[in-house]
């Protein structure tokens, strides 16, 4: 297979990389975490997959479980009206239903209980579940035509995040690896943050992992706590000194090793042993944010002082953005609201809105929104119509893939823009659809990829994250 | 139209006079593409030099999938790449390239033109189109694809030059491609490193110090293979194998999908290494695998070995498409298949024609429909297995089963016996003519459903009773309306819903009835009357009555779907709008003919669906499992994920249940003081009457009935703590397999029979079709893929690259053999020693080749640093198990206990719960204790969606998928687990306990000791006063902070010698923890 390592061809290539003064080590840093800056133009027959990018990084604050577009922002007046009527089948035509909703005597439309006004200098209507949203409108760029394939979970958040419904592709994080590499010397170029103790419907190592290209390309979570990264720490008893002090001799033992083998892949792993002593350093640093002043904290919420929070996630995630990670996924699970909807999207709501629109200003604040795109969004919508009894104030959503709303913020994208729409019962798009493959090829097109020419032959095909689909959606663009 | 038509024309045209002049002027090739002509090699091959390109550059538009053919032309074959195409011209003309289309436009530097097109991404280089010229030019012959071909064994080839080098036929394969590219063989590796490689590729295992010497002493000639021997008896050689057939097998502890919950599947793995150790012929390995349950008389572990294709991933996820799910597990069996045993990329073909190789979509769907007709579910539960399911009963629990099953034969041959014997009951009979009424036995719950009310639970909230009776409960609000005798409720939408607590349990040995007025609104779906069956994550256990969607009255005994259960059908239905009297006995038995069903008083015909209850119907919680007295429920069921809720549109009333089977005249009566009738006239017939007297007046028969029902709960006691595992079965009526649109579950198109793609081999007429049928094709002499993709996966793992290097694909797009020859010299013997495995893998571990040195001078380093050509000897990166193992050797804490169920060594806190919630089982990752941490890894629990980081960091994959090869990268994750894993850590200080202990007197000793336990090899004098000088500095350390020792000694669960210096053995900690990082411990050299 072509992605099997070359360690020469990386030495001169890791050569070309490297900053001088940072020696041996470092110059590995630059090859294994960038160990591929070429490789995704190396595979034969190609032409270039790249062109001037937009963007240099992004930030993904994945929410999971469907979020309601109909609670937060896509308001559908006409529900309010018809609350407790059936969903008639004439839009309901061909769709499938989940087995959870489908077996109902009855598809009562659902009003939302939430009020919406517009905002902003573009008027976009965002709900009062999300009042800090409601304030940065003018940066984002609404997709309200999004639609995917899958009506589960496991198979639609595989899909958003591999391009597959089923397990075994890499996820976005890894193409973008693969593709471009890492911009930081220190740091890995994929790193996956998780909202603590949320629970909710499951997240899988697959959708941050390396699926068939090489494994330093899968993502490396950073956790809240002593042990930000698996293994970072020294075990007790040994300190920094006493590591550097084991690493000098193992360095001796590995040069004799070498001299006597003339195996290259020794050096490289010395290097690789010089690369994780940095990371010991580098990643607590990151990851320490107490000297973010007070002002940071004020616009993120008080939950960014608490490690794990979404909102400290956020915050870790500017701080990576500054320091070039590539691609910074977040996940906060939850959103899978089936029943007692209107009671648990409040917390959810609650626990997203601030920091999601602090990241975005804090990054325009810095000059960094104009480099970074900011996503927001799930992995498919909610139904219309309550799943289970609809009550005068209860109600639950089930699974909707035809239509859901995402925003994007940050270089690249429209400015307060909306883009797509769906029809007065939130059921069907009736403008500018995007499918799932659209997103992940507007996604690529931003950071400057050609999304039918980045590929990895794979099994003597060449795969893509868009399979064989996916348009630019250039109306979208600045 | 016209303008297009016209358009095209001039086009067409245009291209004419453009190529024309190209053939007038420019006869020769291009500079660059002439240059690159000159390097070729003398004779053009189209298997080696030219398809490699053409079916990667070419064939997805111009190959065998028609409906993507552009321009009508197929350059896959000899006929359509020299038949003229639509322009008269031809794309092939063999001997002439200038002549040849193809090549003129591959040539032209016009985008219009220009061959591949650019929108395509795809180009050659001027080698590749050199290539192609020279291949025109001596004429352009095609051939059939290489691994097509079944092998033949080759003559050896002579080594003059290399004869001292030449051990084995693999070694004059070896050195005659190494004389004809002018390199030569290394020096043989020397003893220590050879041990300590063979030992490691056999056992997975270093050698022990003992070992080493033993070896190092033995001057005989036959040194080496003594030790080759040994090394194949030993069980650890069986460990090794099967942890490579785990990556094959994509064997996991869990299920992989949405919950991710836990599975049973580890005896089938056991199975795996006792079959490896005891050398079971590779055919026969995997016909058990692939069919072990058709064969005849199957015995245990031959459907034991079926488990095989049960390893796939499922989905507990509520709400997906059923056969969505169901048809994925069947794909994966087949592509699965094809990767291990035929090394095909079959899968590209499932939404259309292979865009490569000669697979059609139809060869697809063939292949998958030998593995379709299985009794499965798309969506299972979050945890458990699910059918179909072998028990595996212990020796003794066998016995106690078999002779249980013996008596109860007897005992129902007895009771028929008895019920046939009617002279002695007429007595009795001529009594009950009379009667126009019997007396019924007293219920467990009787509810008239005459009034709604509410009362409040302990807590204070109020809640809907009916007939004042606190031990029922509505949900929502179903209506009062008038009954067949006073009130009825009537459930409408899903919400209302009654309960009755308390009263529904019973197991499987219990007899029971329910008894139920009802008059339905509507026949369209699956409706339930009562029952407490619940859903998936309690394996919809428990009991269920119901009307289907012609309202047939039915029943469900369950203890977990789709395998252990009865269900029996009603062949009457009952009409809408009116009432009708509908009941069920059961008596017990365990049997569908135990259960009787009722309509209007009378007993009627039923069509049993499925009859194999063989283990407790008592109902338990989701989640535990643990047993749980779930309420009867009415007027929806418990489900609710399967779009299938069992919602009852219509009313109810005179519930009755009993704890015990009525006799048919009670059942009758039941219905008849209800309608207001008298038995009498109700024109019962005879047997009615006989049933009641043998049920309520035969003693003997009473007694036997009770014997039943005791042999029944004695067969439970043994049967419910027997393991099961998930194994293959087929469906006595096959299930048809369609070619299925774009692969779409929903969109069947033709029927396919099951078969095997013919451009491999015919599936002969003589074959059964089914699985023992394409076991049979795979292992039939003119298989040509089978043995050749065996052969070389066994390659790939004593050498690490495979003679193919795509040990997953032998197609067009794979890659070609180095040593073609060798291959088939392997193929064919391998065949012929009657798949004889430990034979195959001697023969490559006796080789020359195989012994040689593996240091690499500096021309290697250059010209061959991936050793293709094998001048040196293996080296590779160990495997992430063998990695952990050697550290578990090395410090003596490995714990040689041979299978058994998967076990939890150290593994960082919160991964599990970090990911999800939904399986119980699995919510929490639980370290185990005391051995169970120093097991070998091939015995680590596997959890597909949070597999374990340490593993992961060395590219053990996740199993979600048949991986035939594994990556071998290089990253600082891997540093950091080697130096503070906790696993590693311990490892490290119990390996310097080890070396204070038993090392030795002297410093010097104790590395040399430590230094062989970790390597295998004597260190040089520089290394032992490297690690000398560590040795003095961690010591200065830990003696000036006496504290630092103790906590680094503390790490891991395994006891401190307290009787060693602190000081000492923290700096031996840190020694050893450095040799656990030396490029020799973890590499195999």
Same mark, same amino acid.
């Given at each position: 297979?072509?992605?099997?390592?070359?360690?020469?061809?990386?030495?001169?290539?890791?050569?070309?990389?490297?900053?001088?003064?940072?020696?041996?080590?470092?110059?590995?840093?630059?090859?294994?975490?960038?160990?591929l800056?070429?490789?995704?133009?190396?595979?034969?027959?190609?032409?270039?997959?790249?062109?001037?990018?937009?963007?240099?990084?992004?930030?993904?604050?994945?929410?999971?479980?469907?979020?309601?577009?109909?609670?937060?922002?896509?308001?559908?007046?006409?529900?309010r009206?018809?609350n407790?009527?059936?969903?008639?089948?004439s839009?309901?035509?061909?769709?499938?239903?989940?087995?959870?909703?489908?077996? &109902?005597?009855?598809?009562?439309?659902?009003?939302?209980?939430?009020?919406?006004?517009q905002?902003?200098?573009?008027? @976009?209507?965002?709900?009062?579940?999300?009042?800090?949203?409601?304030?940065?409108?003018?940066?984002?760029?609404?997709?309200?035509?999004?639609?995917?394939?899958?009506?589960?979970?496991?198979?639609?958040?595989?899909?958003?995040q591999?391009?597959?419904?089923?397990?075994?592709?890499?996820?976005?994080?890894?193409?973008?690896?693969?593709?471009?590499?890492?911009?930081?010397?220190?740091?890995?170029?994929?790193?996956?943050?998780?909202?603590?103790?949320?629970?909710?419907?499951p997240?899988?190592?697959?959708?941050?992992?390396?699926?068939f290209?090489?494994?330093?390309?899968?993502?490396?979570?950073f956790?809240?706590?002593?042990?930000?990264?698996?293994?970072?720490?020294?075990?007790?008893?040994?300190?920094?000194?006493?590591?550097?002090?084991?690493?000098?001799?193992?360095?001796?033992?590995?040069?004799?090793?070498?001299?006597?083998?003339?195996?290259?892949?020794?050096?490289?792993?010395?290097?690789q042993?010089?690369?994780?002593?940095?990371?010991?350093?580098?990643?607590?640093?990151?990851?320490?944010?107490?000297?973010?002043?007070d002002?940071?904290?004020?616009?993120?919420?008080?939950?960014?002082?608490e490690?794990?929070?979404?909102?400290?996630?956020?915050?870790?995630?500017?701080?990576?953005?500054?320091?070039?990670?590539?691609?910074?996924q977040?996940?906060?699970?939850?959103?899978?609201?089936?029943?007692?909807?209107?009671?648990a999207?409040?917390?959810?709501?609650?626990?997203?809105? &601030?920091?999601?629109?602090?990241?975005?200003?804090?990054?325009?604040?810095?000059?960094?929104?104009?480099?970074?795109l900011?996503?927001?969004g799930?992995?498919?919508?909610?139904?219309?119509?309550?799943?289970?009894?609809?009550?005068?104030?209860?109600?639950?959503?089930?699974?909707?893939?035809?239509?859901f709303?995402?925003?994007?913020?940050?270089?690249?994208?429209?400015?307060g823009?909306?883009?797509?729409?769906?029809?007065?019962?939130?059921?069907n798009?009736?403008?500018?659809?995007?499918?799932? =493959?659209?997103?992940?090829?507007?996604?690529?097109?931003?950071?400057?990829?050609?999304?039918?020419?980045?590929?990895?032959?794979?099994?003597?095909?060449?795969?893509?994250?868009?399979?064989?689909?996916?348009?630019?959606?250039?109306?979208?663009? +600045? | 139209?016209?303008?297009?038509?016209?358009?095209?024309?001039?086009?067409?045209?245009?291209?004419?006079?453009?190529?024309?002049?190209?053939?007038?002027c420019?006869?020769?090739?291009?500079?660059?593409?002439?240059?690159?002509?000159?390097?070729?090699?003398?004779?053009?091959?189209?298997?080696?030099?030219?398809?490699?390109?053409?079916?990667?550059?070419?064939?997805?538009?111009?190959?065998?999938?028609?409906?993507?053919?552009?321009?009508?032309?197929?350059?896959?074959?000899?006929?359509?790449?020299?038949?003229?195409?639509?322009?008269?011209?031809?794309?092939?003309?063999?001997?002439?390239?200038?002549?040849?289309?193809?090549?003129?436009?591959?040539?032209?530097?016009?985008?219009?033109?220009?061959?591949?097109?650019?929108?395509?991404?795809?180009?050659?280089?001027?080698?590749?189109?050199?290539?192609?010229?020279?291949?025109?030019?001596?004429?352009?012959?095609?051939?059939?694809?290489?691994?097509?071909?079944?092998?033949?064994?080759?003559?050896?080839?002579?080594?003059?030059?290399?004869?001292?080098?030449?051990?084995?036929?693999?070694?004059?394969?070896?050195?005659?491609?190494?004389?004809?590219?002018?390199?030569?063989?290394?020096?043989?590796?020397?003893?220590?490193?050879?041990?300590?490689?063979? +030992?490691?590729?056999?056992?997975?295992?270093?050698?022990?110090?003992?070992?080493?010497?033993a070896?190092? @002493?033995?001057?005989?000639e036959?040194?080496?293979?003594?030790?080759?021997?040994?090394?194949?008896?030993?069980?650890?050689?069986?460990?090794?194998?099967?942890?490579?057939?785990m990556d094959?097998?994509?064997?996991?502890?869990s299920?992989?999908?949405?919950?991710?919950?836990?599975?049973?599947?580890?005896?089938?793995?056991?199975?795996?290494?006792?079959?490896?150790?005891?050398?079971?012929?590779?055919?026969?390995?995997?016909?058990?695998?692939?069919?072990?349950?058709?064969?005849?008389?199957?015995?245990?572990?031959?459907?034991?070995?079926? @488990?095989?294709?049960?390893?796939?991933?499922?989905?507990?996820?509520?709400?997906?498409?059923?056969?969505?799910?169901?048809?994925?597990?069947?794909?994966?069996?087949?592509s699965?298949t094809?990767t291990?045993?035929?090394g095909?990329?079959?899968?590209?073909?499932?939404?259309?024609?292979?865009?490569?190789?000669?697979?059609?979509?139809?060869?697809?769907?063939?292949?998958?429909?030998?593995?379709?007709?299985?009794?499965?579910?798309?969506?299972?539960g979050?945890?458990?297995?699910?059918?179909?399911?072998?028990?595996?009963?212990?020796?003794?629990?066998?016995?106690?089963?078999?002779?249980?099953?013996?008596?109860?034969?007897?005992?129902?041959?007895?009771?028929?016996?008895?019920?046939?014997?009617?002279?002695?009951?007429?007595?009795?009979?001529?009594?009950?003519?009379?009667?126009?009424?019997?007396?019924?036995?007293?219920?467990?719950?009787?509810?008239?459903?005459?009034?709604?009310?509410?009362?409040?639970?302990?807590?204070?909230?109020?809640?809907?009773?009916?007939?004042?009776?606190?031990?029922?409960?509505?949900?929502?609000?179903?209506?009062?309306?008038?009954?067949?005798?006073?009130?009825?409720?009537?459930?409408?939408?899903?919400?209302?819903?009654?309960?009755?607590?308390?009263?529904?349990?019973?197991?499987?040995?219990?007899?029971?009835?329910?008894?139920?007025?009802?008059?339905?609104?509507?026949?369209?779906?699956?409706?339930?009357?009562?029952?407490?069956?619940?859903?998936?994550?309690?394996?919809?256990?428990?009991?269920?009555?119901?009307?289907?969607?012609?309202?047939?009255?039915?029943?469900?005994?369950?203890?977990?779907?789709?395998?252990?259960?009865?269900? +029996?059908?009603?062949?009457?239905?009952?009409?809408?709008?009116?009432?009708? =009297?509908?009941?069920?006995?059961?008596?017990?038995?365990?049997?569908?003919?135990?259960?009787?069903?009722?309509?209007n008083?009378?007993?009627?015909?039923?069509?049993?669906?499925?009859?194999?209850?063989?283990?407790s119907?008592?109902?338990v919680?989701?989640?535990?499992?643990?047993?749980?007295?779930?309420?009867?429920?009415?007027?929806k069921?418990?489900?609710?994920?399967?779009?299938?809720?069992?919602?009852?549109?219509?009313?109810?009333?005179?519930?009755?249940v009993?704890?015990?089977d009525?006799?048919?005249?009670?059942?009758?009566?039941?219905?008849?003081?209800?309608?207001?009738?008298?038995?009498?006239?109700?024109?019962?017939?005879?047997?009615?009457?006989?049933?009641?007297?043998?049920?309520?007046?035969?003693?003997?028969?009473?007694?036997?009935?009770?014997?039943?029902?005791?042999?029944? &709960?004695?067969?439970?006691?043994?049967?419910?703590?027997?393991?099961?595992?998930?194994?293959?079965?087929?469906?006595?009526?096959?299930?048809?397999?369609?070619?299925?649109?774009?692969?779409?579950?929903?969109?069947?198109?033709?029927?396919?029979?099951?078969?095997?793609?013919?451009?491999?081999?015919?599936?002969?007429?003589?074959?059964?079709?089914?699985?023992?049928?394409?076991?049979?094709?795979?292992?039939?002499?003119?298989?040509?893929?089978?043995?050749?993709?065996?052969?070389?996966?066994?390659?790939?793992?004593?050498?690490?690259?495979?003679?193919?290097?795509?040990?997953?694909?032998?197609?067009?797009?794979?890659?070609?053999?180095?040593?073609p020859?060798?291959l088939?010299w392997?193929?064919?013997?391998?065949?012929?020693?009657?798949?004889?495995? $430990?034979?195959?893998?001697?023969?490559?571990?006796?080789?020359?080749?195989?012994?040689?040195?593996?240091?690499?001078?500096?021309?290697?380093?250059?010209?061959?640093p991936?050793?293709?050509w094998?001048?040196?000897?293996?080296?590779?990166?160990?495997?992430?198990?063998?990695?952990?193992?050697?550290?578990?050797?090395?410090?003596?804490?490995?714990?040689?206990?041979?299978?058994?169920?998967?076990?939890?060594?150290?593994?960082?806190?919160?991964?599990?719960?970090?990911?999800?919630?939904?399986?119980?089982?699995?919510? =929490?990752? $639980?370290?185990?204790?005391?051995?169970?941490?120093?097991?070998?890894?091939?015995?680590?629990?596997?959890?597909?969606?949070?597999?374990?980081?340490?593993?992961?960091?060395?590219?053990?994959?996740?199993?979600?998928?048949?991986?035939?090869?594994?990556?071998?990268?290089?990253?600082?994750?891997?540093?950091?687990?080697?130096?503070?894993?906790?696993?590693?850590?311990?490892?490290?200080?119990?390996?310097?306990?080890?070396?204070l @202990?038993?090392?030795?007197?002297?410093?010097?000793?104790?590395?040399?000791?430590?230094?062989?336990?970790?390597?295998g090899?004597?260190?040089?004098?520089?290394?032992?006063?490297?690690?000398?000088?560590?040795?003095?500095?961690?010591?200065?350390?830990?003696?000036?902070?006496?504290?630092?020792?103790?906590?680094?000694?503390?790490?891991?669960?395994?006891?401190?010698?307290?009787?060693?210096?602190?000081?000492?053995?923290?700096?031996?900690?840190?020694?050893?923890?450095?040799?656990?990082?030396?490029?020799?411990?973890?590499? $195999?050299?």
């Amino acid at each position: 297979m072509d992605h099997c390592h070359n360690y020469e061809q990386q030495y001169s290539r890791r050569d070309f990389l490297t900053k001088t003064s940072l020696g041996l080590g470092a110059a590995s840093l630059a090859s294994l975490i960038n160990p591929l800056k070429s490789l995704a133009k190396e595979q034969g027959g190609m032409g270039s997959p790249y062109f001037t990018p937009k963007v240099k990084r992004v930030i993904y604050l994945f929410q999971s479980g469907g979020p309601s577009q109909l609670e937060l922002f896509d308001p559908k007046p006409l529900l309010r009206k018809m609350n407790g009527e059936d969903l008639p089948a004439s839009v309901r035509g061909e769709q499938r239903l989940t087995g959870m909703s489908s077996g &109902q005597s009855s598809f009562p439309l659902a009003g939302s209980q939430f009020d919406f006004a517009q905002f902003g200098n573009s008027g @976009a209507p965002v709900s009062e579940l999300m009042p800090h949203t409601a304030k940065v409108v003018d940066e984002l760029c609404f997709v309200k035509s999004m639609y995917t394939e899958a009506i589960n979970h496991d198979p639609a958040i595989t899909f958003i995040q591999t391009g597959s419904q089923f397990p075994g592709r890499p996820s976005i994080g890894s193409w973008l690896s693969y593709g471009l590499g890492s911009e930081n010397e220190n740091l890995p170029g994929f790193v996956v943050l998780v909202t603590k103790n949320k629970l909710g419907q499951p997240l899988y190592a697959r959708l941050w992992g390396n699926g068939f290209l090489p494994s330093q390309h899968q993502g490396v979570q950073f956790r809240a706590g002593k042990d930000a990264v698996l293994y970072l720490n020294n075990p007790s008893g040994v300190n920094p000194n006493d590591r550097r002090m084991q690493l000098d001799y193992l360095n001796q033992l590995q040069e004799a090793q070498h001299q006597s083998l003339g195996d290259p892949e020794i050096n490289a792993r010395v290097a690789q042993y010089e690369m994780a002593y940095r990371m010991q350093s580098s990643v607590p640093e990151i990851m320490d944010t107490s000297g973010e002043p007070d002002y940071i904290y004020d616009m993120y919420g008080e939950d960014a002082r608490e490690p794990g929070t979404f909102a400290a996630n956020c915050l870790l995630a500017r701080r990576l953005a500054e320091r070039d990670v590539r691609f910074i996924q977040l996940y906060h699970q939850g959103w899978d609201q089936h029943g007692n909807l209107p009671n648990a999207i409040q917390t959810q709501a609650k626990e997203t809105d &601030q920091a999601s629109a602090a990241l975005v200003m804090d990054l325009k604040q810095r000059g960094l929104l104009e480099d970074t795109l900011v996503i927001w969004g799930g992995e498919f919508g909610r139904t219309n119509y309550s799943q289970g009894k609809l009550t005068k104030t209860n109600y639950g959503r089930d699974h909707h893939p035809r239509c859901f709303t995402i925003w994007m913020a940050g270089g690249g994208v429209k400015k307060g823009f909306t883009y797509g729409a769906t029809d007065e019962f939130g059921y069907n798009i009736i403008d500018k659809p995007v499918h799932v =493959h659209d997103f992940q090829a507007t996604l690529l097109h931003l950071l400057g990829i050609d999304h039918e020419k980045l590929t990895f032959k794979f099994q003597g095909r060449r795969f893509r994250l868009t399979d064989v689909h996916g348009h630019v959606v250039k109306d979208i663009l +600045t | 139209m016209y303008t297009m038509i016209y358009s095209k024309y001039i086009q067409n045209l245009i291209y004419c006079c453009i190529l024309g002049s190209l053939w007038c002027c420019q006869q020769k090739l291009p500079e660059e593409v002439a240059q690159a002509y000159e390097t070729l090699p003398e004779t053009i091959d189209y298997n080696y030099h030219v398809k490699p390109i053409l079916s990667d550059r070419c064939f997805a538009c111009h190959g065998q999938d028609n409906n993507t053919r552009e321009a009508d032309l197929r350059l896959d074959t000899e006929e359509g790449a020299y038949a003229a195409l639509s322009s008269g011209e031809k794309a092939l003309v063999p001997g002439s390239w200038s002549k040849s289309h193809a090549l003129q436009r591959i040539l032209s530097d016009d985008p219009e033109i220009v061959m591949p097109p650019p929108e395509s991404n795809l180009s050659l280089t001027d080698e590749e189109i050199a290539t192609i010229a020279k291949w025109i030019e001596q004429g352009a012959e095609y051939k059939p694809h290489w691994a097509f071909i079944p092998p033949e064994k080759p003559e050896l080839p002579e080594s003059k030059q290399f004869a001292e080098f030449v051990k084995n036929p693999i070694d004059n394969f070896v050195a005659a491609t190494l004389e004809a590219r002018e390199l030569s063989p290394s020096n043989p590796a020397d003893k220590q490193r050879l041990l300590r490689r063979v +030992t490691l590729d056999l056992t997975g295992l270093p050698p022990t110090i003992e070992e080493m010497d033993a070896f190092l @002493a033995d001057e005989s000639e036959d040194a080496y293979e003594k030790v080759v021997d040994r090394l194949l008896a030993s069980s650890a050689y069986g460990e090794r194998m099967a942890m490579e057939w785990m990556d094959v097998s994509r064997y996991a502890d869990s299920h992989g999908l949405h919950a991710d919950g836990a599975r049973t599947m580890w005896p089938w793995r056991d199975w795996v290494i006792k079959s490896f150790s005891e050398n079971m012929p590779y055919d026969q390995f995997a016909t058990w695998q692939l069919a072990g349950d058709l064969l005849p008389d199957a015995d245990r572990d031959q459907k034991l070995a079926t @488990a095989f294709n049960r390893n796939h991933p499922m989905t507990g996820e509520g709400g997906v498409v059923d056969e969505e799910f169901r048809l994925k597990y069947v794909f994966d069996r087949s592509s699965t298949t094809a990767t291990v045993f035929l090394g095909l990329t079959l899968e590209c073909a499932q939404c259309h024609d292979h865009k490569f190789d000669p697979l059609s979509q139809k060869d697809y769907y063939s292949m998958a429909a030998f593995f379709n007709n299985v009794r499965e579910l798309g969506m299972t539960g979050d945890d458990g297995d699910y059918g179909p399911m072998l028990l595996l009963p212990s020796n003794q629990q066998k016995q106690t089963i078999d002779s249980l099953d013996h008596l109860t034969e007897e005992l129902r041959g007895d009771l028929t016996e008895i019920a046939e014997q009617k002279d002695e009951l007429i007595e009795y009979l001529d009594e009950l003519s009379d009667k126009s009424s019997v007396a019924t036995p007293q219920p467990v719950g009787y509810f008239p459903v005459e009034r709604i009310s509410s009362t409040k639970d302990t807590k204070g909230n109020s809640y809907q009773i009916i007939d004042r009776n606190r031990k029922t409960r509505i949900a929502s609000e179903p209506q009062l309306i008038d009954g067949i005798r006073g009130k009825a409720l009537h459930f409408d939408d899903g919400y209302e819903t009654l309960a009755l607590e308390e009263i529904g349990q019973f197991e499987m040995n219990e007899p029971f009835t329910a008894s139920v007025w009802v008059k339905p609104d509507v026949d369209q779906k699956i409706q339930t009357i009562m029952a407490t069956a619940g859903a998936k994550n309690d394996f919809w256990r428990g009991w269920e009555f119901y009307l289907d969607s012609t309202n047939h009255p039915a029943v469900k005994l369950i203890h977990s779907r789709p395998h252990n259960m009865v269900h +029996t059908k009603s062949l009457r239905n009952i009409p809408i709008g009116e009432w009708s =009297h509908v009941a069920f006995t059961y008596n017990g038995g365990g049997k569908a003919t135990d259960v009787e069903i009722y309509v209007n008083g009378k007993s009627v015909a039923t069509n049993t669906l499925y009859d194999r209850l063989y283990k407790s119907i008592k109902t338990v919680g989701s989640g535990a499992h643990q047993v749980i007295n779930r309420p009867i429920q009415l007027g929806k069921s418990y489900r609710g994920f399967t779009g299938e809720f069992g919602i009852y549109k219509g009313a109810v009333d005179e519930i009755y249940v009993f704890h015990q089977d009525l006799t048919p005249l009670e059942i009758a009566q039941l219905y008849a003081q209800t309608a207001g009738e008298n038995i009498t006239n109700l024109d019962l017939p005879e047997e009615a009457k006989v049933d009641h007297v043998l049920q309520r007046n035969h003693r003997q028969y009473q007694e036997k009935q009770q014997q039943l029902r005791d042999l029944v &709960q004695q067969q439970l006691e043994v049967v419910n703590d027997v393991t099961e595992i998930m194994v293959m079965e087929e469906e006595p009526k096959p299930r048809p397999m369609y070619v299925l649109a774009r692969g779409a579950y929903d969109a069947p198109t033709e029927q396919v029979p099951p078969s095997t793609p013919g451009s491999v081999l015919q599936f002969s007429k003589d074959l059964r079709r089914d699985r023992l049928g394409l076991s049979q094709w795979l292992f039939s002499e003119e298989n040509p893929l089978t043995a050749r993709v065996t052969v070389n996966r066994y390659w790939q793992l004593i050498f690490g690259r495979g003679i193919v290097d795509t040990p997953h694909d032998f197609g067009f797009q794979g890659s070609l053999p180095t040593h073609p020859e060798l291959l088939d010299w392997l193929a064919v013997t391998f065949r012929e020693s009657g798949w004889d495995v $430990k034979s195959l893998i001697k023969t490559m571990v006796m080789s020359g080749t195989y012994r040689q040195a593996s240091v690499q001078n500096e021309n290697q380093v250059k010209d061959d640093p991936d050793n293709v050509w094998l001048a040196r000897g293996p080296s590779q990166r160990l495997p992430a198990e063998m990695i952990r193992d050697n550290a578990l050797a090395a410090s003596g804490l490995l714990v040689e206990k041979i299978g058994g169920a998967s076990v939890k060594p150290y593994q960082p806190e919160g991964l599990w719960i970090e990911k999800g919630s939904f399986s119980h089982e699995l919510l =929490h990752y $639980k370290e185990d204790e005391g051995d169970s941490l120093y097991r070998r890894s091939l015995y680590t629990f596997i959890r597909r969606t949070s597999p374990h980081p340490a593993m992961v960091a060395f590219d053990a994959p996740n199993r979600d998928i048949c991986t035939v090869k594994r990556e071998n990268t290089n990253t600082p994750l891997q540093a950091l687990v080697l130096l503070n894993d906790p696993q590693f850590v311990e490892a490290a200080r119990v390996m310097g306990q080890r070396l204070l @202990a038993n090392g030795g007197e002297t410093t010097d000793e104790k590395i040399n000791y430590g230094f062989r336990l970790a390597t295998g090899r004597k260190p040089t004098e520089k290394e032992v006063g490297i690690l000398k000088n560590l040795f003095t500095e961690a010591k200065e350390r830990f003696t000036s902070s006496p504290a630092q020792a103790d906590s680094l000694l503390a790490i891991g669960e395994y006891p401190v010698n307290r009787q060693l210096n602190e000081t000492e053995a923290a700096a031996w900690a840190m020694v050893s923890s450095t040799l656990l990082n030396h490029d020799e411990f973890y590499t $195999k050299r």
